[in-house]
T-cell receptor
Framework: DTGVSQNPRHKITKRGQNVTFRCDPISEHNRLYWYRQTLGQGPEFLTYFQNEAQLEKSRLLSDRFSAERPKGSFSTLEIQRTEQGDSAMYLC???????????FGPGTRLLVL | QKEVEQDPGPLSVPEGAIVSLNCTYSNSAFQYFMWYRQYSRKGPELLMYTYSSGNKEDGRFTAQVDKSSKYISLFIRDSQPSDSATYLCAMTSWSGGGADGLTFGKGTHLIIHP
């Protein structure tokens, strides 16, 4: 196992377009998290999945954002009608049950023009 | 006031020096504390994890937690140029059965010069 993977690594889009990112967690990690990180800031929590169930959503996750984890394995994060303020690094992390440590992927860097 | 405060630096030290990185926090419910290292344009890499108060050592790294002061530290001994990165503190009140994202500091940009 090579850790958490994310695709694409970079995405440039025009304002108003929809984008979708994918995260593949470490195998057998049932917990999956999405974060957003802007320049000069630490990651900010967006949402959490336990298997396929989305159990927690931050107030940062506006209606334009939706996340899924349909079979409890990989997850997708979709942003609709992107805005320039959505430009950031989107990070995915996973952890095993009953462990608080989270392991991060390399991130997807989004630039909205 | 943010929940977690961390000086963004940059902190520049000579190779071989002992580095001290710190965070303060305001939420007394936090009980799990982590340090991550992040190289430019990469994802955070877990370095150290501690539970509640006390010290933990792993090679050149020592993590220290003082819950009474709401203060955590990371010490790096015999610092190397390859240690140059941004160091993020993170914490959670995670209770074992619930869902908690990590709360991060801004990160301290560390530069080790030869």
């Amino acid at each position: 196992d090579t850790g958490v993977s994310q695709n694409p690594r970079h995405k440039i889009t025009k304002r108003g377009q929809n984008v979708t990112f994918r995260c593949d967690p470490i195998s057998e990690h049932n917990r999956l998290y999405w974060y957003r990180q802007t320049l000069g800031q630490g990651p900010e929590f967006l949402t959490y999945f336990q298997n396929e169930a989305q159990l927690e959503k931050s107030r940062l996750l506006s209606d334009r954002f939706s996340a899924e984890r349909p079979k409890g394995s990989f997850s997708t994060l979709e942003i609709q009608r992107t805005e320039q303020g959505d430009s950031a690094m989107y990070l995915c992390a996973s952890s095993p049950d009953n462990q608080e440590t989270q392991y991060f992927g390399p991130g997807t860097r989004l630039l909205v023009l | 006031q943010k929940e977690v405060e961390q000086d963004p630096g940059p902190l520049s030290v000579p190779e071989g020096a002992i580095v001290s990185l710190n965070c303060t926090y305001s939420n007394s419910a936090f009980q799990y504390f982590m340090w991550y290292r992040q190289y430019s344009r990469k994802g955070p890499e877990l370095l150290m994890y501690t539970y509640s108060s006390g010290n933990k050592e792993d090679g050149r790294f020592t993590a220290q937690v003082d819950k009474s002061s709401k203060y955590i530290s990371l010490f790096i001994r015999d610092s190397q140029p390859s240690d140059s990165a941004t160091y993020l503190c993170a914490m959670t009140s995670w209770s074992g059965g619930g869902a908690d994202g990590l709360t991060f500091g801004k990160g301290t940009h560390l530069i080790i010069h030869p």
